[in-house]
Each structure stands twice: as structure tokens, then as C-alpha cells.
């Protein structure tokens, strides 16, 4: 049984950083590409920000530039560094490990973000 685990979330003021980590109970992330995403309420869920097996990565339009998404196998701990939060950025942060024929999906971390 694979358990990832959020954690690092919190309330800041727009402007401030925060950044996130999940860790595997496993080595999952050795086999998996790793996503961020997030939920905010009345909204869907979507994507923040993933990175693959050979550390390519991608980010939705509206954090490029903000947030950065990094791992350490070796940890078992993938990372997203937000920077320049915005009140817009409020939601779950939920982390998830995925390949071909499985997902694996944290609880979540709520992020707040004041103006």
C-alpha cells in the first residue's frame, strides 16, 4: 500500500512563499511521475504542476514562473516551491504519483492566501 503525505500548507499574506512536500511511505517516486494539484471550492480539481521520471516539467499557465516542482528519490519527497502567492492560489494542494496503470493520492494541504 503506497501513502503520500502532504504537508507545509498554511495562511500568507499575498506576496509570501510557501513550499510543500510530499512524502511517499515507499519508493514510488521511483517509478512514478509526480503532480501537484489542487482544488479550490465550487471548482474542479486541476493541475499545478508535474514532473516526470527524467525530471521534465510542466506548470499550468497561471503559476509559471511562481512555482517550481522538484524531487529526491532518494528522500522519497517531491517538492513545490510557491513564490508570489496570490489569494487566487487557495485550495488543496493535493500531491499524486502516477504511471500508466495506477494514481496514488494524498490527503491534501490547505493553502490560504490573504490580500
Known amino acids: 500500500q503506497v501513502h503520500l503525505v502532504e504537508s507545509g500548507g498554511g495562511l500568507v499574506q499575498a506576496g509570501g512563499s510557501l513550499r510543500l512536500s510530499c512524502a511517499a511511505s515507499?519508493?514510488?517516486?521511483?517509478?512514478?511521475?509526480v503532480g501537484w494539484f489542487r482544488q479550490a471550492p465550487g471548482n474542479q480539481r486541476e493541475s499545478v504542476a508535474t514532473?516526470?521520471?527524467?525530471?521534465?516539467?510542466n506548470y499550468a499557465d497561471s503559476v509559471k514562473g511562481r512555482f517550481t516542482i522538484s524531487r529526491d528519490n532518494a528522500q522519497n519527497t517531491v517538492y513545490l516551491q510557491m513564490n508570489s502567492l496570490k489569494p487566487e492560489d487557495t485550495a488543496v494542494y493535493y500531491c499524486?504519483?502516477?504511471?500508466?496503470?495506477?494514481?496514488?493520492w494524498g490527503q491534501g494541504t490547505q493553502v490560504t492566501v490573504s490580500s
Open positions: 515507499g519508493s514510488i517516486f521511483r517509478i512514478a511521475a
Open positions: 514532473i516526470s521520471l527524467t525530471n521534465s516539467t
Open positions: 499524486s504519483a502516477f504511471g500508466r496503470s495506477f494514481d496514488y
